[in-house]
């Protein structure tokens, strides 16, 4: 069994794509569970954002987790080939410290990575498909990530997509303050970026939701209103800013219920920010005159180029992450010595109790007990260097020479001056 991450991300496949392999949440604990049943994969956790797919797992065959993935979502692996990295052991280690740490973001140093990276690990608990391998892997990563924010300046660079939303939202309207804002969904994304746009005072925040309740929760604590999204076809118009951010799996607006908002709004602009993958709005709302509409990734380019890199910090960043990637190998080599280790202590074990056995014997008879544990203490030495010695004796004239050298090492003898 080896380590083994592969994936998809924003650097690899566009939108599109990435949009096709998502696991919903509703899903995954299923997902994790059909991989490790039917394929060769003893440990699987599985991370989905809008920005990235990725499996780690712990298996004999990484070309099954390929196939997997690719079936799951009913397409061929030549499909997603061409977009996927693939990763084995210290690549997978390296991968899951600089994701974790925000270095892999579309946006520099972003923290909502590293959360969604432990609900993952939470989600793979609640499947059973974490063992001890990827167990170490996480908690290994969320120590690296943990130290990255901490001993560098990574997250001072960070400029969200949230923020950067305010920021068209700024250039396309002379004031965001006479602006009604509607927000679809009630996850993280669109709490973040509600933060952001009640702190300019729109004249209006609404908050659509397939359940009441959660859209409630939202407006109680923006003071704004709650509707669900039955109610979009008849409030979409009353409004000028459009943020979504579901987890549905088919689109929430369309291009014909956006084409009669326009018409009752009669043809007042429309500032629209889809950041759900698989999408929340159907791409053909954004061929229409009126509508601006920006997904994810549009988003991220817009954060990245107004951001200013500190380079000296990702290169601290990036020395952290090598140092613990040595380290983290390190003790994964040690773990696949312990049969070995095992195999080596129960030899000893056995000689010592069958010499135990024979001295206990002989102390019974009445014999002297200093010449009984003497002869114990020889016959035990001679068994453990038995071994050792024989080989020495009996290797080659040009294997001598190192096993001479190792010998002396395990033994730490002296050498002669």
Not at 76 to 87: A, D, K, R, S, V
Not at 121 to 147: D, E, H, P, W
Not at 248 to 262: M, R
């Amino acid at each position: 069994m080896q380590l083994f991450a592969l994936g998809i991300n924003h650097q690899t496949a566009p939108l599109s794509v990435r949009e096709q392999v998502v696991f919903h949440a509703e899903s995954l604990i299923g997902a994790l569970r059909e991989l490790v049943d039917r394929r060769p994969v003893q440990e699987a956790a599985i991370i989905s954002t809008c920005n990235r797919t990725e499996i780690y797992c712990s298996t004999s065959d990484p070309h099954a987790a390929v196939d997997w993935m690719a079936g799951y979502h009913s397409l061929t692996p030549q499909q997603i080939e061409p977009y996927l990295y693939q990763l084995p052991q210290e690549k997978a280690v390296k991968h899951a410290f600089r994701v974790a740490s925000g270095l892999d973001s579309m946006v520099l140093g972003e923290p909502q990575i590293l959360g969604q990276f432990k609900q993952a690990v939470r989600t793979a608990q609640a499947a059973g498909t974490l063992g001890l391998l990827l167990n170490k892997l996480f908690q290994r990563t969320f120590a690296v990530a943990k130290s990255v924010r901490s001993e560098t300046e990574i997250g001072a660079a960070t400029v969200s997509m949230a923020a950067a939303a305010v920021g068209l939202a700024q250039r396309i309207y002379s004031s965001i303050e006479e602006q009604s804002v509607l927000f679809i969904g009630a996850g993280e994304m669109i709490e973040l970026t509600a933060t952001h746009f009640a702190a300019h005072h729109p004249r209006r925040l609404t908050f659509a939701n397939r359940t009441l309740e959660r859209a409630r929760a939202l407006a109680d604590r923006f003071l704004g209103r709650a509707i669900t999204l039955n109610d979009l076809p008849s409030q979409l118009a009353t409004h000028d800013i459009v943020v979504s951010s579901t987890a549905s799996t088919l689109p929430i607006i369309g291009k014909g219920l956006t084409e009669s908002a326009l018409r009752a709004r009669k043809h007042r602009p429309m500032l629209m920010f889809d950041l759900a993958v698989p999408r929340d709005i159907e791409g053909e709302v954004g061929g229409l005159d009126d509508v601006f509409l920006y997904t994810v990734d549009d988003l991220g380019k817009i954060a990245r180029e107004g951001m200013d890199v500190r380079s000296n910090a990702v290169a601290q960043a990036e020395v952290i992450i090598e140092n613990q990637v040595t380290d983290f190998m390190h003790w994964l080599g040690n773990r696949e010595l312990v049969p070995t280790i095992r195999a080596l202590r129960d030899a000893a074990e056995r000689a010592r109790r069958h010499e135990m056995e024979r001295a206990l014997r002989r102390l019974a008879k009445g014999e002297d007990p200093k010449a009984v544990l003497d002869q114990l203490s020889h016959a035990l030495a001679a068994k453990l260097l038995h071994a050792p010695t024989h080989a020495l004796s009996h290797a080659r004239e040009d294997e001598r020479e190192a096993l001479e050298q190792l010998l002396t090492r395990l033994y730490q003898i002296p050498r002669p001056e």
